[in-house]
């Protein structure tokens, strides 16, 4: 398992780089809309969707990333804007109510699928627009929020770990693992602002909230699993599980990314 998670890691990471930097315009529209629709129909699987009624949202969250995908900014100027801020305020507001009353999945599907194109559809326009604002390396800089936090919580969780997060969700997250996260977030949140010359209290916690929205990700779709009985939302990664399994956490944090990047350049 070790082997194959490593090959697939060694192929699918230099895809997305050369994705990421290399790729036009409506290429990387195109990509996002690909990443977006899979994970789309892992949704569908979640809320207990099979056989034709499963490719009915990834085909309608493939289709409005590319219809709404956004060009040049002004971000504000956009139609696709309040998708994103929809998107947003659903993992500030309604993730952490989903958390706490832990609402089934599979037993709401009026909200369950409405819900998925909603977060699924504002994290595609999100990566088109945040690329368009600055650029594959900003893109970089932002996504590696998440793998310092999901890196740093793993490592600090393992040698200090002692109070639990979510025991009846995800385990093996603690408390002490989310510490530790959040230091080496803001450790790496003062060098991009140094480096960037941004404000440094302004870019830290800019991160922190990144952080904290990209841990509500990774336990929201914990939980929907865990109502799904299942361990992983697919096999279409061999050794790393489905495609959401992946990307829970960049879905979280990515439509949350725009409006604090207004904030900070202000």
């Known amino acids: 398992m070790l082997k194959t998670r490593i090959l697939t890691a060694l192929v699918l990471l230099p895809l997305v780089l050369l994705a990421l930097f290399l790729l036009p315009h409506g290429g990387w529209v195109a990509f996002a809309a690909i990443v977006c629709g899979a994970g789309a129909w892992e949704w569908s699987r979640l809320c207990g969707l099979n056989g034709a009624g499963a490719w009915l949202l990834p085909a309608l969250v493939a289709v409005g990333v590319a219809l709404l995908a956004p060009g ?34 599979a037993a709401t599907l009026a909200k369950g699928l409405p819900v998925g194109f909603l977060l699924l559809l504002g994290a595609g326009l999100s990566l088109i627009a945040l690329r368009g604002a600055v650029g594959p390396w900003g893109v970089l800089a932002t996504l590696a ?4 936090a999901d890196t740093a919580a793993y490592f600090s969780g393992k040698a200090f ?3 639990k997060l979510a025991p009846s969700i995800s385990p093996g997250k603690t408390w002490e693992g989310v ?8 450790a790496y949140a003062l060098v991009i602002a140094w ?10 916690t800019a991160a922190l909230l990144l ?24 096999n279409l990664l061999p050794g790393h599980g489905g495609v959401l399994d992946r990307i829970d956490s960049l879905v979280a944090l990515m439509p949350l990314a725009l409006p604090l990047l207004y904030w900070l350049v202000r």
Request: aromatic letters at 14%; hydrophobic letters at 60%.
């Open 72 to 105: 040049a900014l002004p971000i504000f100027d956009q139609p696709w804007w309040p998708v994103v801020l929809a998107a947003a305020l659903f993992w500030l507001l309604g993730a952490p109510a989903w958390l706490r009353w832990r609402w089934p999945l």
């Open 145 to 148: 929020i998440a793998w310092v």
């Open 161 to 163: 770990g002692r109070r």
């Open 179 to 186: 510490i530790g996260a959040a230091l080496a977030v803001t």
């Open 195 to 204: 480096t960037a010359q941004l404000s440094w209290w302004k870019c830290a």
């Open 211 to 234: 952080m904290v929205v990209s841990i509500a990700g990774d336990l929201l779709e914990s939980l929907f699993k865990r109502q799904a009985g299942i361990k992983d939302s697919s």
